[in-house]
């Protein structure tokens, strides 16, 4: 129970732009100084609740050192690293370029341009200089550098240095001489992405032809690569990767890091029998990805969960964290935060790890130690699955553990999963991304054979997944090279092994008819002897997501259709306003937050409030996100709500409808919620049908009733109404709008058959039927003005701003925080504040969406609100169908049906958890008291309690999915429109640019309801009993929806479990 003077709500009007900004200035500032106070709760796993494990190595010596020697250590370190860039390497990488141009180059190079931009270039890549735009400046240099026109001087300087007649070390000036062109090599190969596969087709062909070899190297299968000699024919690598000699850990030619070396003391190559064993239980989980017909939970999981294709080309990026988010599902059956996720991504992009200790000393080891922060964020997020009975995988990978130290088993898994499994992850990258490269043709050969499309990609791959490094002396040689010193590293280049013309016909041509596919050496460097299924795991996983992600008919159909001119001339009929709204949330991540990071909090937070204009109280600081948003969001925000940005009723229109869709594709496809029911068209009198009973609006519909509804018929009966024109007492169409548009309300009417007979048309106070010229643009009225309604009043005004805004206000504010309701309603609560605080300021405010987008006046849109608010009245989600509807047949009106059932079902959920704690509800009396204040419902027993919070906990869920869904209505200028226009039935630019926007701002997801968040409960195996049942009661009601959609004239996808989110959303 809480205690205190009740905070006093502030009008949001009522404070000045300089109080906000000092507000907003304190909070950052009190973060900076404080931010222990910030942190949220640690995770606490009950096999080491003291986080034993999860050790501190020291990867460098300074790093042992008492503070602060070991950052002055550091920036000594980088120093040294700057200081040889700049003296030694960057100018001999200039030099070599030069030399290698005018020896062997075209003298139409011009040198002064190349200086400049190999100068620039190298000083990119070794400083990293943090510049956003520098990979399009990378991307732009490499296009203009020649790197094969220096390459066969390379390799003949090379050539000497590793070879002598006498077999004498190199000299100190060959030594210096050879590091010099090493990182000549590393720069040109390892970071020119754009160039890459360029680079090794023409070392490979300059390889075949042997002119800059010596004349004996037998069959030309050796190249200079590395710190040694590469092996580039098909014989000898097989021969490399199957000799009996020692094998080291390496990348591309050179030596890991030592960082990576020391980060475990066990080697995950020669830990073969254990890693089979995880492998194998690994692939046997992913095995059923592909398989469409069974559709099993962990497959309901993974498409609830991963980003789906919305027929846009996913990036880079995007893609590798929907691998890592599956890889840890498959290894542990849990869910990565999205900072394990983005630190996934991260890691797998940065391979400082994987480079020598001298490349990585000119930046001062600085992108190796974030490359070791991100192996200790995911050795963290493994740790939190240590344990569970869930994580078959890692328990019987620690149960069959030979090493005593448990924290070196830890390790052992880490670098299994970040190393071993991030071949696959690249090879995901590059079937997607030759599926996009030419998808007319590609999609059509993927589509004929998957597999060997995945290994003919495999094949051409320019990234090799490693390449394997042994010190043989030359008499044991497979191939004779004479001269090369001994002990020279021989490195397994499996990237020209795969193109090797004796083995694979034709090498430089992509055909997946091939039938020596399964020759090919790529997931041979991983497995070399031993078969550890990574080939089937990687198949298995890679389709899977080729699958989800390849390009889609309509993507194809917008890349033909571009016109690039389109864009720019369509974006200058949007005002300011639209324009800043539209890039700003086209740019917005595709990140959400997950189950597995909500918590109960470790501190009260702030309990201020603010009084909206409409009436409505809500508190602004969200424990879940207590940090609040960073000053550039608060500043932009204020300037988007400025006087600057006014209401402007552009009325510029579509040239034709397959332009809205491009544009809507182009700035916010990538970001758009894929619809629950896709409407091909919303303009026939069948669509008509099923919107008033199987979508939004069908708890508006109700049996005609003559004496009720006659008044706009003429005296002519219907069988059905779906009344658009009453908000509680008031009457829309009396309501003004701005000019030039026209006034809303209508009524829709149906017969036994469900068919729509007529509809009244308010604006022009007579009932239309089919035959009427008007009739296209009554269902036009009709359909706007139900999408108006639902969307201000159940959506913003009653879902939001009423029944959300009350549960989250009183969980937050009147609950101690060890209450047993704490762990429970966290999840129906998550983020709620923060939600409705934005609504607030981006949606219901002056000049927000709303009052944009929709015709009214703000008196107008406030005169709406505050009749909501002040006619609101509590009630179940069941009791929001019409008695009338409620004897229907389930096939014909399926909401009353699922309605009842997911009701019941979170209603026991409740009702059992509360059985835990008989005094629950004695205690509770604040809680209590802000709910009956806020809801204007009397709560004088459990029992009344119970079924509030059951239906608060429906109305953020399932009533929030049905009546804030926009998606389905949204993403077509005819299905739906906003303001009304007469003799239009299609809305305009701006207006369907700004409903995009919407749309895409309401699709932001909350955590799904099927999600787990049992480690909310801690220890407490009572609740956790609960919990679970409620789990398997949700399974079983979505079920009972499956078979009932069978039988449905329509799906009625609203109520579906797989479709519902804990909290409402924005």
């Not at 997946?512 to 020759?519: A, E, F, G, S, T």
């Not at 259709?561 to 700003?584: E, K, Q, V």
């Not at 989250?808 to 101690?816: D, I, M, P, S, Y």
Request: charged share 25%; glycine share 4%.
């Amino acid at each position: 129970m809480t205690t205190g003077k009740e905070p006093v709500p502030v009008p949001i009007n009522s404070t000045t732009f300089l109080s906000r900004l000092w507000a907003q200035l304190k909070l950052r500032l009190d973060i900076y100084i404080h931010p222990d106070a910030h942190k949220v709760p640690p995770f606490i796993n009950p096999v080491d609740r003291d986080g034993k494990l999860l050790d501190q190595r020291a990867t460098h010596w300074w790093s042992k050192l008492p503070t602060p020697l070991p950052w002055i250590a550091t920036q000594v370190v980088r120093l040294v690293g700057v200081i040889l860039a700049v003296l030694f390497y960057i100018p001999s990488f200039i030099t070599i370029n030069l030399v290698g141009m005018l020896r062997w180059g075209d003298s139409s190079n011009n040198i002064i341009f190349l200086i400049i931009t190999e100068l620039l270039y190298a000083l990119f890549i070794v400083f990293d200089f943090g510049i956003h735009p520098k990979k399009k400046i990378r991307a732009l240099l490499t296009r203009y550098l020649a790197p094969m026109i220096v390459e066969p001087y390379i390799i003949k300087e090379r050539v000497k240095i590793l070879t002598s007649k006498d077999n004498s070390p190199p000299s100190l000036l060959q030594r210096i001489q050879s590091y010099a062109l090493q990182f000549h090599t590393l720069l040109s190969y390892t970071f020119r992405n754009n160039n890459q596969e360029r680079y090794l087709t023409g070392i490979n062909r300059l390889n075949q032809d042997g002119d800059h070899l010596p004349n004996d190297a037998n069959e030309r299968t050796f190249f200079p690569f590395g710190d040694g000699m590469a092996v580039a024919s098909y014989k000898g690598v097989k021969w490399l990767l199957e000799s009996s000699e020692k094998i080291t850990a390496e990348y591309v030619g050179w030596s890991v890091s030592s960082s990576l070396i020391k980060y475990c003391e066990s080697d995950p190559a020669s830990d073969k029998d254990r890693i089979q064993k995880l492998m194998k239980n690994i692939t046997d989980q992913s095995k059923g990805l592909n398989d469409r017909e069974d559709n099993t939970e962990d497959r309901k999981y993974l498409d609830r969960f991963l980003q789906p294709n919305k027929h846009y080309r996913i990036s880079e990026q995007d893609l590798i964290t929907c691998v890592g988010d599956l890889f840890y599902y498959l290894t542990t059956k849990g869910q990565f935060t999205a900072e394990e996720s983005l630190t996934y991504t991260s890691f797998i992009q940065n391979r400082s790890l994987f480079h020598p200790d001298w490349w990585n000393l000119l930046s001062g080891y600085s992108s190796e130690t974030k490359a070791i922060s991100s192996l200790d964020v995911m050795r963290r997020a493994l740790w939190k699955r240590y344990g569970n009975p869930n994580s078959k995988a890692i328990n019987d990978f620690i149960d069959n553990s030979e090493i005593s130290n448990e924290k070196e088993e830890l390790r052992l898994l880490t670098l299994f999963f970040s190393l071993f499994l991030s071949t696959c992850t690249r090879l995901c990258v590059s079937v997607v991304d030759r599926l996009y490269l030419n998808p007319e043709q590609n999609l059509v050969l993927y589509d004929e054979d998957p597999i060997s499309f995945i290994l003919e990609t495999a094949r051409l791959g320019s990234d090799a997944p490693t390449v394997s490094r042994g010190l043989v002396d030359s008499d044991k040689m497979l191939v004779h090279l004479s001269n090369l010193r001994n002990n020279t590293p021989l490195h397994a280049f499996i990237a020209c092994a795969n193109r090797d013309p004796e083995v694979f016909h034709e090498p430089y041509v992509f055909n997946i008819k091939r039938d020596n596919l399964d020759k090919l050496l790529t997931f041979d460097a991983i497995e070399r002897n031993t078969h550890c299924d990574i080939k089937d795991f990687s198949l298995n996983v890679v389709k899977y997501l080729a699958d989800r992600f390849k390009p889609t008919e309509k993507y194809i159909y917008m890349r033909q259709s571009t016109d690039p001119t389109m864009y720019a001339r369509y974006r200058s009929m949007l005002d300011g306003y639209t324009t800043i709204m539209m890039d700003l949330v086209g740019g917005l991540p595709n990140s959400f937050p997950r189950a597995i990071e909500m918590y109960v909090p470790l501190r009260k937070v702030d309990q201020s409030l603010v009084r909206l204009e409409s009436g409505v109280i809500i508190p602004v600081v969200d424990e879940d996100y207590p940090d609040g948003d960073p000053t550039s969001k608060f500043l932009l925000r204020e300037l988007i709500n400025s006087k600057a940005f006014g209401i402007n009723d552009l009325d510029f229109q579509w040239a034709g409808v397959d332009q809205a869709l491009l544009w809507m594709h182009k700035n916010f496809g990538a970001g758009l919620p894929l619809p629950l029911v896709e409407y091909k068209e919303l303009e026939s009198d069948d669509v008509m049908s099923r919107l008033a009973f199987f979508a939004m609006p069908c708890f508006y519909t109700r049996k005609f009733d003559k004496d009720l509804d006659g008044e706009f018929t003429d005296g002519e009966s219907f069988a059905y109404v779906n009344d658009a024109i009453h908000v509680g007492d008031v009457d829309v169409s009396t309501l003004p709008v701005r000019d030039s548009f026209e006034r809303y309300g209508a009524a829709a009417y149906f017969d036994e058959e469900y068919k729509i007979k007529a509809i009244y048309w308010c604006y022009e106070k007579r009932l239309v039927k089919p035959n009427d010229p008007s009739w296209r643009h009554a269902k036009w009225v009709w359909k706007s003005t139900f999408f108006m309604i639902v969307t201000v009043k159940d959506h913003l005004m009653v879902t939001h701003l009423t029944e959300a805004n009350a549960f989250a206000k009183a969980a937050q504010h009147c609950l101690e925080l060890t209450s047993p309701l704490k762990p429970f309603l966290k999840p129906f609560t998550y983020h709620t504040v923060t939600v409705n605080k934005n609504a607030s300021l981006a949606l219901v405010n002056k000049k927000g969406f709303v009052h944009r987008m929709w015709a009214f006046d703000y008196d107008t849109f406030l005169q709406v609100c505050e009749a909501v608010v002040n006619q609101y009245e509590f009630k179940i989600l069941p009791d929001f169908i019409h008695e009338s509807m409620r004897d229907m047949d389930d096939k014909d009106y399926p909401i009353w049906k699922d309605a009842n059932e997911f009701y019941n079902v979170i209603h026991t959920y409740v009702k059992e958890y509360f059985e835990l704690y008989p005094t629950l509800f004695t205690e509770s009396t604040d809680f209590i008291k802000s709910l009956e204040e806020d809801l204007k419902v009397s709560i004088n027993s459990e029992k009344k309690l119970i079924e509030v919070i059951a239906q608060l906990i429906v109305n953020g869920s399932a009533k929030h999915e049905l009546v804030g869904q926009v998606a389905d209505l949204a993403c077509n200028p005819t299905f739906i429109g906003c303001k009304l226009e007469t003799g239009t039935e299609i809305q305009n630019v701006q207006t369907f640019t700004q409903l995009m926007a919407l749309t895409l701002l309401t699709g932001f997801r909350m955590p799904m309801l099927k999600d787990d968040w049992t480690h909310l409960f801690g220890q407490d195996e009572d609740q956790i009993k609960v919990y679970k049942k409620f789990r398997q009661e949700l399974i079983k009601y979505e079920d009972r929806v499956d078979d009932r959609n069978k039988e449905r004239k329509h799906e009625f996808p609203f109520f579906h479990p797989q479709n519902l989110q804990v909290s409402v959303s924005i």
